[in-house]
């Protein structure tokens, strides 16, 4: 946010300096239209609006897809951390069963490092 001001003030003065020093006027003739006397400064900068807007307007798609990728990307992150857990928790639940498995074994074959068998 700052980065856009400073920088806006910066072409904010610019342009002051830039229209202070070409307050000229100039005759403009374009295809069958003319312009008899408009001041220099505010050609070039209905100029420039229209660059940007121009530039706006077509990159106006592009925005709308990515954003619509991206969405279908976090989207998909969800599904497989969704995925993720559950897995994880399968994982947990077999590590549960498998040492259940262990214990039950050992108390049958009767463990020897167990200190309930020893004397």
Known sequence: ?????????ILGI?????ALQNA?????KFLIWRIPEIPLVLLL??????????????SY???QRLKKDNRQLKERIDELEEQ?????????DLEQEE???RDEGDLIRG???STFFDD
């Open 14 to 18: 610019i342009l002051v300096v830039f």
């Open 84 to 92: 993720l857990l559950e897995y994880r928790q399968d994982l947990e």
């Open 24 to 28: 000229i006027s100039v005759s403009v």
């Open 99 to 101: 040492q259940k498995k």
């Open 61 to 63: 798609p592009g925005k």
């Open 45 to 58: 900068l209905s100029a420039i609006l229209i660059g940007v807007v121009l530039s706006a307007l077509s």
């Open 1 to 9: 946010m700052q980065r856009g001001l400073v920088t806006g003030l």
């Open 111 to 113: 463990d020897s490092n």
